[in-house]
């Protein structure tokens, strides 16, 4: 009986945590807000010198391609924050961090009031 | 007590503590709930010091390491279970760690990611062959110990210690709604899984059978024990706490372990940056020598066979032939292109499944006057041991629903 029971209680709690709509995006919001501010700090320090630029340019690769992949795991890629995420792809590798942290500060906003939704 | 001795501590927990998994978990703990997780981190750390040194004290007593006991304590099948969910656990982290160290590389030199993953393995292979057990925790314990950088980079920004010793104090932060107090159990559990993960107890006891352990090594073993495993808390606890200090006011949830780097490269520029990531380099790679000699180890001493590079490699094939294949493996699933944070997660998962089974029978041994004598478990190693098997039982029993509930700690 606890053999059957097991994996679809596992599937039940599996089931509630998907969905679609903002409530599903969150995570990826929450991503995105992340990989931007990110950035953000990589290009700040790498402009006072900090960094090398093999690092900068790996780093760069790889938020680049985990925003694309985050962007294009969006239910609602046309919503406020599907358009922020697209802008901040749309950003050059070397973008202004106050630029960059504009885009993060408006998905933060948004993340916090899905959250307290 | 010859200082190079205590190495091999050194290396289990820098490799352990300050693998790939703890990197990412230390920094997007301490970016996501400030300093309230360190006492995580300090609790399962006296919960790996108890444990590590029980299984020295087997090794140095009763001759037997952890895979040879579980096979007599818990029976064939139930040992089979064991052995083939910690080969599971043991093989994924492996894998994360390959991966982790090309992904260093890629950050150091710019090479593919995937080029310098086969070159690393090469070498791997090259040097469990060619180096003698202690040059091997030598080598990846020693260099391992640039990641001291990130103890150094908390210092030079002046964090609050007040908040920090706060931290090591057990609580949940108040105010955190649902989702977040689920997130918080994920993290907790995380956290116990990647200080006690049970490849540490199988390359140490073994480490200490290769060494030759004796009666009279048993003060070595205690003080590699504390000292090694405290060592490897300090500096996790440094990447937490830098990452509270830096990260989080930046909305920045650290996600690899490129990100971690930056801790120290903020206050110390371009070394700081090179030191971090030579020392999480060999850090990594000593991790994923020790997952996969853990692997080769307990395979060996489960079916009986002859093991330990004490010997030749070919005085050994079977063992020899099983640590090469196990990394073979661990390549072989870096190569189908899989995110190595997903391998990490997976791993965590994994090993906190197996932990109860892996401490089991050394507390049952370690207990037993009839193998060890005067050395057996004191009432206060007893009654540490018992308190941390049921914490580790009910962790590994919440691991699962936590992770699907929390997307991995990203809900």
């Known amino acids: 009986m606890a053999r059957k029971l097991l994996p679809l209680l596992l599937f039940s709690i599996a089931g509630c945590s998907q969905g679609s709509g903002p409530e599903a995006d969150l995570q990826y919001i929450k991503q995105a807000r992340s990989i931007g501010a990110e950035w953000a700090l990589i290009n700040e320090q790498a402009s006072r010198g900090s960094l090398t630029p093999t690092y900068v340019a ?37 973008a202004a961090p106050g630029q960059l942290r504009a885009h993060v500060e408006q998905l933060k906003q948004i993340e916090d009031s899905l959250e307290s939704a | 007590m010859n200082p190079l001795e205590l190495t091999l501590g050194i290396m289990t927990a820098v490799g352990g503590f300050v693998d790939i998994s703890e990197l990412v978990f230390a920094a997007k703990a301490g970016s996501t709930f400030g300093y309230a997780l360190i006492w995580v981190f300090a609790f399962s750390t006296v919960g790996i010091i108890v444990f590590s040194e029980m299984s020295g004290r087997v090794a140095a007593v009763a001759k037997q390491p952890v895979f040879n006991l579980m096979r007599h304590r818990l029976g064939l099948k139930l040992g089979l279970v064991t052995l083939a969910a910690s080969m599971i656990a043991n093989l994924i982290t492996c894998a994360a760690e390959i991966g982790g160290v090309a992904l260093v590389l890629n950050y150091l030199s710019g090479a593919p990611y995937l080029l310098m993953a086969v070159a690393m393995t090469a070498v791997f292979i090259l040097s469990i062959w060619v180096l003698p057990f202690k040059w091997i925790e030598r080598t990846y314990g020693l260099l391992g110990l640039f990641m001291i950088v990130f103890a150094a980079a908390l210092v030079a920004i002046h964090p609050p210690w007040g908040k920090i010793a706060g931290g090591l104090i057990p609580q949940v932060p108040p105010g955190l709604s649902r989702k977040e107090l689920l997130n918080f159990a994920y993290f907790a559990v995380a956290i116990i899984s990647a200080v006690m993960f049970p490849y540490e107890v199988y390359f140490y006891s073994s480490g200490g059978i290769e060494e030759e352990w004796s009666l009279k090594d048993i003060m070595t073993n205690r003080v590699t024990a504390v000292l090694g495993m405290g060592l490897g808390s300090l500096l996790a606890i440094a990447i937490l706490s830098n990452s509270a200090q830096q990260f989080g006011p930046a909305n920045v949830d650290p996600a690899i372990p490129g990100t971690a780097a930056l801790e120290a490269a903020i206050p110390f520029g371009k070394w700081g940056l090179i030191l971090a990531l030579l020392g999480m380099l060999f850090a990594i790679a000593g991790a994923a020598i020790e997952t996969c000699m853990a692997n080769a180890y307990s395979i060996a001493q489960f079916f009986g066979w002859a093991w330990g590079r004490h010997k030749k490699p070919w005085e050994a094939p079977r063992f020899t032939i099983t640590w090469i294949v196990l990394l073979l493996l661990g390549l072989g699933i870096v190569l ?76």
Do not use: C
């Open chain 2, 336 to 411: 189908t292109g899989v995110d190595v944070m997903t391998l990490v997660e997976f791993a965590i998962l994994f090993s906190i499944l197996v932990l109860p089974l892996t401490y089991l029978p050394l507390l049952l041994l370690s207990g037993d006057r009839k193998y060890m004598g005067e050395q057996v478990n004191g009432p206060v190693t007893r009654i540490l041991g018992w308190a941390y098997f049921a914490v580790i039982t009910v962790a590994a029993l919440a691991a699962l629903p936590l992770y699907l509930l929390t997307s991995g700690g990203n809900g």
């Open chain 1, 58 to 94: 790996a780093m760069h690769r790889w938020l680049r391609d985990n925003l694309q992949t985050t962007s294009a795991s969006l239910t609602q890629p046309e919503s406020r924050y599907g358009q922020e995420i697209q802008a901040l792809v749309a950003q050059p590798d070397d």
